[in-house]
């Protein structure tokens, strides 16, 4: 099992003057093998955007068990964590939010290169290419700013960057929520496409239950999060189990 969630918490503190713990995710619980896709779907404000950044250990969860290629990763160190970020690797809702507004295209997807790799220049311009021929981007492009493309080129290279360092897990963060219909079909095409060629697994995560049933094996519904002093919310369920494609 390549990701196995367990009991996942996470609470804020909330108010001004009246201070409250708010629950944002509670007892949520999921699994994801080798290459598969597992959607997590739910209403706005569900959590669930919380609970991927807990999976990803960008921020420290409250309570549960997160375990990673059989290691137990829930308070794993700054150092470790470092190194974890070649093998996670995440795609926000928002292309043009997720991206430097002063980055060209081809210095966005190789940062990821400068920071976790030794690859010489001459490497890591070829590693770029590759990338861009993958998710169907035009090298032309390469010299582009962000505001001189399209909501979905924009997004293919967000997709492009997040699989620089060949990540084992991409969490999809309603990657398509922000595009329009047309193009919103060519990304998930992509990524399947992607998934298909790589063996990268998927936590697909969006509020678009026929968008998550098209694009995963399995799919896990988060309800509502509870509010107030020591409230929690409803433990996810699978709602869904289809043989993969």
Not at 31 to 59: D, M, N
Not at 72 to 83: F, V, Y
Not at 115 to 141: A, Y
Not at 148 to 162: E, H, T
């Amino acid at each position: 099992m390549l990701l196995e969630v367990t009991g996942l918490r996470k609470e804020f503190t909330a108010g001004l003057l009246n201070r409250r713990k708010v629950t944002a995710v509670g007892a949520l619980d999921l699994k994801i093998g080798e290459g598969e896709t597992v959607g997590l779907v739910g209403p706005s404000g569900c959590g669930k955007s919380t609970a991927a950044r807990c999976v990803l250990r960008l921020i420290e969860p409250d309570g549960g068990r997160i375990m990673f290629k059989g290691e137990d990763i829930t308070h794993a160190p700054t150092r470790r964590l470092k190194a974890l970020g070649k093998e996670m690797a995440l795609i926000a809702q928002s292309p043009e939010g997720s991206l430097d507004p002063l980055y060209r295209v081809e210095r966005s997807i190789a940062e990821p290169l400068v920071l976790h790799s030794d690859m010489k220049p001459g490497q890591r311009r070829q590693k770029v290419e590759e990338l861009m021929s993958l998710v169907g981007l035009d090298l032309s492009l390469s010299g582009r700013y962000p505001h001189q493309l399209s909501g979905g080129q924009m997004q293919r290279v967000a997709i492009a960057r997040a699989l620089a360092l060949n990540p084992s897990l991409i969490v999809a963060d309603e990657p398509t929520s922000m595009l329009d219909v047309l193009v919103q079909a060519q990304i998930l095409r992509l990524l399947k496409r992607v998934q298909a060629e790589t063996g990268v697994s998927y936590l697909f995560i969006s509020h678009d239950h026929k968008v998550v049933e098209w694009m995963s094996e399995r799919v896990v519904l988060m309800e509502a999060s509870g509010v107030g002093s020591g409230a929690r919310s409803p433990a996810p369920a699978i709602i869904s189990e289809k043989a993969s494609s």
